[in-house]
């Protein structure tokens, strides 16, 4: 019988802010999370994300390596960011190849979005269980799949 | 360096009936579970949200508070309930702003679907993946982004 | 008061190829699981279940009873798999009446995705958030809800 190498959710090399609250069982790694942020449970954060003040994670959202999300964001629960868009029919082998997403300050992300690899900019709102494929450069409410305008605010 | 308040997920000032079965771990406080439920693991179930007799609430699901779902449904995995939804262009800063969300009995929920504040009648299906954006008030499958009548029951 | 039956997350009965690599907390029981996997965090694999060499499954995911999935895959994060499609308006009593769903080779799977029961062919890439409600029998991308080819491989 075959015996896995069991590894453990962890909190390891974080750069945390003052006053930052973590539910745990997380897996945060290698990055770094501003002041007065919260983090709430079954989160993953890797290597190289960033948040910013006073931003809110909540349960079950994912943060992958290459996000850098503002301040005073709110990001749902089972949120889902990606760095690799498999534009090769598959995942890239080279970490280089992975894109970056870059969200402004204050925005609000609803629960079960997926954000392709884009730039949001400053108060956006993506509506619930929208999937984000293009870059946002306009204030306002994006929901759907591929998500679209839907008022500007 | 900083150090964050490190939390843990609980079962914490829960009301529960007869025979339920909880998988841990789980993230349960300040809310009511009838008899005869199960709660599957890495799921979070906020304050004040009611959950009827013999449900089935399965893995990765979030109830959040504000909402009451009936009995005999299937909540499928993944699945997310949503209260606020950034109406002034960001979370409420109050929670009576929160809005409700009451589920029928006999409802079943497919898994990755997500939940704005609406009110479900009952034995209503709602498919895999389906963003539910209104009140449903007639039995029938719903499904797709957003949730639209596939057929009725 | 009413005191639930705990029950803990746990690797049961997992038949593991070699150099398998599983980040707990997981849910993984009577499962079969390929060489050189990795297993991420908040991963439920439940009974019957397949995964191929070299496969990686992401945090988050939930795979179900009757799923076969091929070498060489990547399951993204938030990814659901289905067996039950409530043909009756609501989950089958009998088992009996689960769906398979086959997973060819080198399929890479989107985060956030979800699939229903279906068959999948070698080599196709499904996008982060599709909801993949019928089998796919042509090498390509696929995105959306429901998924359509958006291009072929």
């Known amino acids: 019988m075959n ?5 453990t ?5 974080v750069v945390f802010g003052k006053d930052v609250k973590v539910v745990q069982p997380v897996n945060l790694y290698d990055c770094s999370i501003g ?10 954060i890797q290597s190289n994300a960033i948040v910013g003040n006073r931003t809110r994670v909540q349960s079950h959202s994912f943060i992958c390596d290459g996000v850098t999300i503002g301040e005073d964001c709110f990001i749902g629960h089972g949120v889902m960011f990606i760095n690799d868009v498999f534009s090769g029919g598959g995942p890239a082998g080279d970490r280089n190849a992975w894109k970056k997403t870059i969200i402004g300050n204050g925005v609000s992300i609803g629960s079960n979005a997926t954000l392709l690899p884009v730039s949001i900019c400053d108060g956006v709102v993506i509506g619930a269980g929208a999937v984000v ?5 306009e204030k306002g409410i994006y929901a759907g799949n591929p998500a679209r305008l839907l008022r500007r605010l």
Chains 1, 2, 3 share one sequence.
Do not use: A, Y
């Not at 015996?3 to 590894?7: I, V």
């Not at 959710?9 to 090399?13: F, G, L, P, V």
């Not at 002041?35 to 993953?44: A, L, Q, Y």
């Open 133 to 137: 494929t293009k870059d946002i450069q």
């Open 35 to 44: 002041d007065n942020c919260f983090i709430g449970p079954f989160v993953e």
């Open 9 to 13: 959710s962890q909190i390891r090399d």
């Open 3 to 7: 015996q896995p190498t069991l590894l």
